[in-house]
Structures are given as C-alpha cells and as structure tokens.
C-alpha cells in the first residue's frame, strides 16, 4: 500500500494508473475507520482495479464552534485496517498544500446548501463539494463511493457531478449500523454508554416513520408529530430537525412519495448525530 501526503506524488501515480487502463476507485474520509467506511472500500475493492482512499479532515467544512481541533485523528490504526483491506493507495494531505495563502474558489451547491444540515452549518455543504471536486481532480476516479448515512451529502455530491459534467459515477452505498441499530459514525466516539443508548431513539423514530408509510400513511406532517414523540421521549435527545423530503431537491414534502427521504439530526448530551431512511424502500 502507497501511503502519500504529496499532490505531485498522487497525481503521479494516477497518471501511471491510467496509462495501464486501471479503472479507479475512489472513497474520501476524514479517518478514524470504522465498519460504515469499510462497507464502501470493500465495494470499491471489488468494482475497480486499483482503490484510492483519502484521509482528510477538510478544515473548510468545520464551522467556527464546530468539532475540528477534537475531531478523532488515528491515522496509524486506520492504515493498518487499510491495508487489512488491500487498499492500493492512502492519501493524506495536508491542509496547508489543499487551501495555500491566496485560496479563494469554491463549490456553491445552490438551494441544497441552506436545507436540512445546511441550516445549523451554514458553509459546510461548499466546503464539501469543494473538497470533494478537488480530490476527484487529483484522483480523477471512475467511480467513488459515499455512504447512505451523509444522505444530503450524496444529493450534494450527486448534484455536482451532474451541474459540472465530472465523469466519475458515483455510488451511494446502504447505512451500516451497531447491533443496537445506532448508524456508525466517527463522532459515536464522543457519546458515553448512557448516551449510546438514548441515541437509539433516532432509529426508533424512522422506523416509526417507515411502519406509518407501510401502512399507507402518506401525510408527512402527520409522520414527522409520531417522530417528534419518539424523539422527546428520550430526556437527553434535542431535535436539530426532523424533514422529510425529496431525494433530489431536499424540499420538504407534504405527502410521501416513492423514493421520499425522512432525515434528521438530533442532539444527545453534546452530540450533534444525523440518520435517515428511504421511506419507500424495502
Ligand atoms: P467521513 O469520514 O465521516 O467523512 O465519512 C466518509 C464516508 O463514509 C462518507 O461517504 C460517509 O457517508 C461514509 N460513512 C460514514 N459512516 C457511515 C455508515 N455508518 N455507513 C455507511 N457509510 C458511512
């Protein structure tokens, strides 16, 4: 496994790559692996020839109050998984070679930034699809993987690649979860045991959601007041906001359609977590 941190380098490489005809996977992180990243590695592993994994905690995503300094760093332990995995290369840059003095460009996904997320991050969603452009420029990737879980993500990204012709298709890959049904998420690490467990109640709420539609329930006012109530039952639990929506536009809808999306973010303790379900979906 090819561990760099240099631009050159990486380019480099990829050059070689595409000379050879190599078909390219490519799964950005910001590290602290756990299973939900390994879902799409192991995906990208066996639809391509050669996997690329980034490894960057993008500053320009972070807000000022958010959790950037004590984000979980454990570069080592995620390359020995890595490499567990067979990944082909590891790039890590550095935040100083990505956004050097005089930077000033980025991605503006427009009407999908200001939704759901978007409201408590306000420039995130740019940070994202700028780091996310960025990287598929180095990479140029034939295909690369997000996950379910960061669903206004995938629509983010999704979009980008579609507005700006970028030939990389990319594949939206199904939530990994605990046994308890908590979706994996490096920012897990923050809850203590107690908390763990009042945040099942974020599953607990989309289920309820998916029965109510199961059984052919289709107001989503009506869907999201039996959330709230699986929500507030739950002491430590605060709704950031509870949104059902379409899958492309993220507006929020007044009667459930195939495809429509239930997503929330929720506060435990101090802990800013997000899930969502595919209301319609089996
Ligand atoms: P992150 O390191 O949090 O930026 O995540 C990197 C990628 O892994 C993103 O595409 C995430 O959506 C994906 N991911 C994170 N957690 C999960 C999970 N529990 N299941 C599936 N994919 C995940």
Redesign the pocket.
């Known amino acids: 496994m090819q561990i760099t941190s240099s631009l050159d380098e990486i380019r480099s490489i990829v050059k070689a790559a595409k000379k050879n005809d190599l078909l390219i996977g490519f799964v950005?992180?910001?590290?602290a692996l756990h299973e939900?990243?390994l879902?799409?590695i192991r995906q990208a592993m066996e639809e391509n020839d050669t996997v690329v994994v980034s490894i960057f905690i993008n500053p320009i995503q972070f807000g000022k109050n958010e959790d950037f300094a004590q984000y979980p760093r454990t570069f080592d332990t995620d390359c020995k998984l890595l490499s567990k995995e067979g990944v082909n290369v590891v790039f890590n840059p550095k935040a100083s070679e990505m956004y050097p003095g005089g930077f000033c460009t980025t991605v503006v996904p427009e009407h999908l930034e200001d939704k759901l997320c978007g409201k408590s991050r306000p420039g995130h969603f740019r940070g994202v699809a700028t780091v996310v452009l960025k990287l598929f420029n180095l990479i140029q990737p034939d295909n690369a993987y997000?996950?379910?879980?960061?669903f206004q993500?995938t629509v983010v990204i999704s979009r980008m690649a579609a507005d700006l012709n970028l030939d990389v298709s990319i594949k939206v890959?199904?939530?990994?979860?605990d046994k308890e049904e908590l979706?994996?998420?490096?920012r897990n690490a923050y809850l203590s045991n107690t908390e763990k467990k009042d945040a099942r109640c974020l599953y607990q709420a989309l289920i309820k959601a998916k029965d109510m539609v199961n059984a052919g329930e289709k107001n989503a006012g009506e869907i999201k007041l039996e959330m709230e109530k699986v929500i507030n039952n739950c002491k430590s639990a605060r709704i950031d906001y509870i949104s059902i929506v379409n899958p492309e536009t993220l507006e929020a809808v007044p009667a459930v359609q195939h495809g429509d999306v239930a997503a929330m973010s929720v506060i435990i303790g101090k802990t800013r977590l997000i899930d969502n379900i595919i209301l319609t979906e089996n």
């Open positions: 950005p992180t910001m590290g939900g990243h879902s799409l997000f996950g379910q879980k960061d993500q890959l199904p939530t990994v979860r979706a994996l998420s490096s």
